[in-house]
Structures are given as C-alpha cells and as structure tokens.
C-alpha cells in the first residue's frame, strides 16, 4: 500500500511549509497528537488512530500515519488509546460580578481549563472586568478559556449591583443601544422587566442586530418570547409555566408572591404549574421553539443542586477546597439545613425531576440545547459542573453524542461561529485529551489526561499544578477579590 507513504509526504509537507513572501516572526510552534481516537462530535463517531497536526494554534492536518521529527517548538503527544474532543464551552456561566463576585480570576479561571472548559457565555456580571479578562486572555496574557460576553443584567425595579434596572420601553430602548455600543456580545434580560419595556428590549435587540437572552419575564409567557426573537431561554422555568393549562391564573399567582416576597405562596404556584402541565400546550410551544430557533440551556445541574441543599454529604464535598473563603457565607450548608424545609426539599426535588422530563420531551421535538450550568451558584462549582450537566442531560434522554454536540459544536452554532467546536482542519486548537471513550460513558469526559488552549497545551501534571494554585489563591483571598 503506497498510502501510508503519501500520508508521510503530507504531514511533512506541513512541516516544511514556510510562506516566501513574509518572513515569520517566531518559530512556528507544532502541537502533534500521534494515534489518537478522534471524537467527531459532527457525526457522534470514532475516528481511530489519527494524527492531528496543530500549527501555531491552528488544527492544520489529520491524517491515518505520520512520520514526525523532533524540534524545540515541537511537541508530540503520545496519545494511544486516548481520545481527542474538542473543548467544551459552559453556556451559562457567571465568571466575574454577580454570582461569581467572591471568585478572583486565579481562582474560577484554572477551574475551567483544568476540567477543559475552554469557552464560557458570561451570563451577566462585571462587564469591565469581563473585558480586562478577555482582552488579557486573547493576547495571552492570562490562562483562561473563550469569553462571549453580556455585561451587566436587565432587570426591572430598582438599581443593583451589575443590573441596569429597565423599566420603560424607553429604558429598554435606551440599555440596548448604550451597551451595543459598549461592545457586549448580547443582552442578558432577567424576570422583572415589565412586558412594555421587553418588547421594547427586542425590537431595539434586532434593530440592532444584537442577540438577546437569559430569562422569559414574568409578564411575558415563553411563546411570545420565541416569537420576539428571545434567542435562549435559560433554566426553562418560563418553559414549564407556559405549558400549564392554568398558564394566565398561576403567572399572576406567581406575579403575586414576589411583589409580596411570599416564598411559601411561591413554591405552591411553582407545584401547581407542574400539576397543571398540558402536555398538547407543551407539544405546540416546542415546534414553536424548533421553527424560531429559540435555544433551550436547562441547567439540570443547578436544579438538581439546589433541590440537595439540605443534604449532609454536601458540606464534605471534596471540591470545596476551590471555594473562596469570600463565598463561604453564602455557601454555608448548616444554613442550608436551616432555612429548607424537608417539605420545601422534597418539592424542590419533584420539580428537578420534572425539568429533567422537560428537557427530555423538548430535546425529543427537536428544539436546539445549549449546555450551561449557573455556576458558581451554591455548590455548582465553576468547570466540574458542566460535566455534571452533561450527565444530566445523558440521564433525561440525550445519547453521550447528543449531549457533547450541545457543549461543543451547538455553541458555535448558536454563536455563528465555525472556528471551533470540532476536531477538524482549519479549527483552533481547544482541545480535550481523554483517557476513555465519552461516547460510551459520558462520565469519560472527567478522565481528562490534557487540554489545550489555541494550541498551548497542559498536561495531566499541568492541570493539576494549576488547581492545587487555584486552592491555595482560594484559602488566601481575603472576601471581595478581584
Ligand atoms: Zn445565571
């Protein structure tokens, strides 16, 4: 067989490659994986024992056998019964302000690569510290995955931290075209914003070409969202409420108890909407969902989460070592225990149980899914979390295949993006190096042997090097830390 040879002739001829017309600035830097299982998450297939060739950055050749050389900005992975997947992306996250104020960037920022994270949707927060971030990640200044970027929240009410309160159309109006010109990648809108001022957000939104997403609010029902363009609705909670048979008197219900602060009558509209759920409405709303493209980001995880706040074996999670000593407050398990009722758990636990089916029948009607977790919620931790998710969305009914595709090349989809997201020439090099198969066992995506990150890559040692600084930066923050 005279293949073999030409595949030889391929591979080195990318070696050899240099363009006459410019001089390069520095060596070319090669990043080789030699007999590696490719995980092609655009086909849910195997591709075995490749070659993958990454040149400054950049997956520039796979082929079946490769003779390579050594050089110093030459670095070959032996990766025999390994598999190769592309990096994952945490579609909803919090990585600077809001949820995320208490965790510096030495901290949260290793906990993505070293669970392979390479990309994150910064789901609202410190919209200047999002971009000092960005701006060092890019020009690789600082160790961190992709950012796409919303800045602050929209909410209706009054001003809070990170949240730019809108409460008129014109407000809305006015919010759209001063962060557009800001330059966040889109807008994150939360449940308190009148239903005025949201319609107002969408038609600024597409005015001015700018996605908007996050929450349905509450004056708002899912469809008319959808129908306004809402390009994700995160944590489906909208989703539910829109597929209750007693839609109009449970949202008023629900309108109700948060202008009264009544938790208790909360909780009692949020088990009736699950009572109620129409299963025709559901079917309708979904083809809905699938015809506009409105994207579905579950976060199973936070859900399933928040439902074991009361549980003991929480406070032993061996992961806490990463958790800020600023975030330990509001992490406290023993107020947990506290505050939650064992009636108020167990409802929280049907309700998780149920999103687990929703996204399991919306996943079935073809509706688009997004992997994202809401870290760093309560025990959601930054990076891990998103396999969790993964396992989640495996448990409600995706197959393994299914599910990476929503962590992979689904983000890109939805971001319109194609230069990453998949195992392919021309691709950046955000790559996870696996010990096991993740098709088999989607569990196999936390046997994580390196990562790389637009072709720098981190070794097993590596990883864990930058976690064990990510505990001690950790245990020494004082609270409030950038
Ligand atoms: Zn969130």
Request: proline share 6%; glycine share 8%.
């Amino acid at each position: 067989m005279n293949s073999c040879r030409w595949l030889v002739i391929v591979v080195l001829s990318l070696v050899q490659v240099t363009p006459s017309f410019s001089a390069p600035k520095h060596p070319k830097a090669f990043l080789i994986f030699t007999n590696v299982n490719i995980v092609n998450v655009r086909t849910g297939k195997i591709v075995p024992n490749m070659t993958v060739v990454a040149i400054d950055g950049k997956i520039e050749g796979i082929a079946k056998v490769a003779l390579i050389g050594r050089g110093r900005n030459m670095q070959v992975i032996n990766a025999s019964g390994k598999y190769l997947m592309p990096g994952l992306w945490d579609m909803h996250a919090h990585s600077a302000g809001g949820p995320a104020k208490p965790w510096s960037e030495k901290v949260i920022l290793p906990l993505y690569i070293a669970n392979g994270i390479t990309g994150i949707r910064d789901m609202g927060g410190d919209l200047e510290l999002l971009e000092d971030r960005r701006s060092r990640i890019e020009s690789g200044g600082l160790v961190g995955p992709n950012i796409v970027l919303g800045g602050p929240f929209l909410d209706g009410g009054k001003p809070q931290d990170y949240t730019i309160p809108v409460n008129t159309p014109e407000e809305g109006r006015k919010t759209v075209d001063e962060l557009k010109s800001r330059g966040v990648d889109f807008i994150k809108v939360l449940s308190g914003i009148p239903r005025e001022a949201y319609f107002a957000v969408a038609e600024e939104a597409r005015r001015q070409k700018i996605p908007f997403a996050g929450h349905v609010p509450r004056e708002v029902s899912a469809g008319e969202a959808s129908a306004a363009g809402q390009h994700s609705i995160d944590h489906a909670a909208d989703v539910m409420l829109a597929c209750s048979s007693k839609e109009t008197e449970l949202r008023s219900k629900l309108i109700d108890a948060v202008a009264k602060d009544d938790a208790a009558a909360y909780t009692a509209a949020g088990l009736d909407i699950l009572a109620t759920y129409d299963p025709a409405k559901a079917r309708s709303l979904f083809t809905q969902f699938a015809r506009n493209g409105t994207w579905q980001v579950p976060t199973l995880v936070w859900w399933d989460t928040t439902a074991r706040l009361r549980s003991p074996e929480l406070a032993t999670d061996p992961r806490l070592r990463y958790l800020p000593s600023a975030a330990r407050k509001s992490w406290n398990q023993g107020t947990f225990q506290e505050q939650i009722t064992p009636e108020h758990a167990a409802a929280l636990q049907k309700t998780a149980a149920r999103y687990s089916e929703l996204a399991r029948d919306m996943h079935a009607a073809g509706v688009p899914f997004l992997v994202g977790t809401d870290s760093p919620n309560p025990f959601v931790f930054p990076g891990f979390s998103l396999h969790e998710e993964l396992q989640s969305l495996v448990k409600s009914g995706f197959t393994p295949a299914e599910a990476l595709y929503a962590a992979t090349l689904a983000p890109m989809e939805f971001l319109r993006r194609s230069d990453r997201g998949v195992v392919e020439k021309g691709h950046v090099a955000d790559l996870v190096l696996l010990n096991a198969n993740p098709l088999e066992d989607i569990r196999n995506t936390e046997k994580i042997a390196g990562v790389a990150l637009r072709g720098r890559y981190f070794s097993r040692e590596d990883l864990d090097k930058m976690l064990a600084q990510a505990e001690a930066a950790a245990q020494a923050e004082p609270s409030g830390a950038k």
